[in-house]
DNA sequence: TAGTGGTCTAGACCACTTC
DNA sequence: AAGTGGTCTAGACCACTAA
């Protein structure tokens, strides 16, 4: 005698099945919450509840007077230490300010809402540029789209006289590009050498939900990132906020002893 | 004018903001269920939902039977590369086995349920171990825990050839503590060299979230790794699950060229 | 316009915790 | 026993989508 789902848990546990053993493929709708309410003999506010289940686990799209989709999968984009290679920002001047400024996509990718401002160091900026709290420092604050859909946003901070005048803190978008950010510190004199990056994760807030368009149940990787001169002096703290499905961090080192 | 929270979401927002602003202090319990939908003028259900919408942002618990309570804070574990030092694993064999085989927690920690068994590997563990999917390999399946919480999983597989007869597949918990498989694999010719981790963020799975005890809206992060040998021969692979809010991940390197 | 998901109400019962 | 969160029902209205 098998037992008949009853229950908002059990209806989700069966439709998850079906769709992580692939009877429910990417993409296919689900049945509608009234018919899966008549199928299981429950309320219609019971099946809601089940999709709504999924939906957090990030199983289920849902899209408003349209249905419930077993979630797509999305291209996933490997990242090494190697996209902070000098051979990818290390570019003659004219070259990197000769991009298109009008916000043109000149690479695979688009960097959006490129804005600039000077605001007052928090204990966490302070602590990673080694300042004062309170001390004027520039953030670029972007927000990276690919293939017109939003990835992650990235804060970029700077001491204020290391960027001063530069192209960095030139509002216009596409300015200082894909690692032109490296590439104005080395003009300046602050060549990076070296990076030190955090990682964890945790759930979005509503804000980064909205901006990029995370589905509930998906996670967000915040990546901190302190770079540095030869001689230890930091030059840039950046914080991204990715989008967890769309990356994977990848990382190859010695044992150390 | 002022609005009235009417809406399951407007009355998260002003409990949200409660919370991260400290007027609700981690900890605090909230204000009952029935309190908040009196308070606020709507149903039970709603001011419910309220609540169900924090969790899932991670930052209310609730105990059935007892209240919801602003999140507690945890003590945040930070894993860098020196994890996997030598100094660390390279042990005496007599000392690695000296271990009180009793589960008695040696150090700060204690490695669970140790279980060992032979599989045959899917397409995943066959491509790193450089075999054929469908050979056998042994799997070594732990939980480790901190403080008597369990924080993640660890399944780590080798070549049965490499390991077979050696005390890493020997299932009695504690026999290959902290750092043992290396030291193993070491004594059977096969020093570990090099390590390459894959990192990604996703939502438990029922079952991750049963075993680690996770609250809802709390994400996991997953640790791929392969160790190979200097000459590039793959001894183990090994993927973990870790419950996101306990880890933070650090890395250190220089900018390639 | 018909069908979809999203949300709310009012009431009920259950399971758990606390005293 | 009293108070708590968890869940379900039945019905209603709304907002959005698709034909």
């Known amino acids: 005698m098998q037992k008949i789902p009853n229950t908002a848990r059990e209806i989700a546990a069966t439709l998850r099945e079906q769709i992580l053993n692939g009877s429910i493929p990417p993409g296919t709708q689900l049945p509608a919450v009234r018919t ?40 996933i984009r490997v990242l090494g230490p190697d996209r902070y290679a000098r051979s990818k920002w290390q570019v003659t001047t004219v070259e990197a300010h000769s991009a298109d400024a009008h916000g043109g996509t000149t690479t695979q990718q688009g960097g959006q809402s490129q804005d600039v401002s000077l605001i007052e160091a928090d204990a966490d900026v302070a602590a990673a540029l080694n300042i004062q709290p309170g001390e004027l420092v520039y953030v670029r604050d972007r927000v990276m789209t690919r293939e017109g859909v939003s990835t992650h946003t990235m804060a970029s ?20 590009g894909r690692g032109g950010g490296f590439q104005v510190l080395t003009d300046r004199g602050l060549p990076p050498d070296e990076i030190t990056e955090d990682k964890f994760a945790r759930m979005p807030t509503v804000e ?48 150390p002893d």
């Not at 192209?167 to 978008?173: E, G, M, Q, S």
């Not at 001689?231 to 080192?253: C, K």
């Open 36 to 75: 899966l309410a008549k199928q299981y003999g429950v309320s219609r506010n019971t099946a809601a509840k089940a999709l709504v289940l999924l939906k957090n686990e990030g199983l289920v799209t849902t899209r408003h007077g349209s249905g419930a989709y077993a979630r797509e999968e999305f291209p």
């Open 208 to 255: 980064e939900a909205l901006l990029l368009d995370i589905p509930p149940g998906e996670p967000v990787v915040v990546v901190r990132r302190t770079t540095r001169t030869a001689d230890g002096q930091p030059i840039e703290y950046a914080v991204g906020v990715h989008r967890a499905s769309r990356f994977i961090w990848t990382n190859t080192f010695k044992i």
């Open 157 to 176: 901070f700077y001491r204020r006289a290391d960027v001063e005048g530069t192209a960095l803190v030139d509002p216009r978008p596409g300015i200082a």
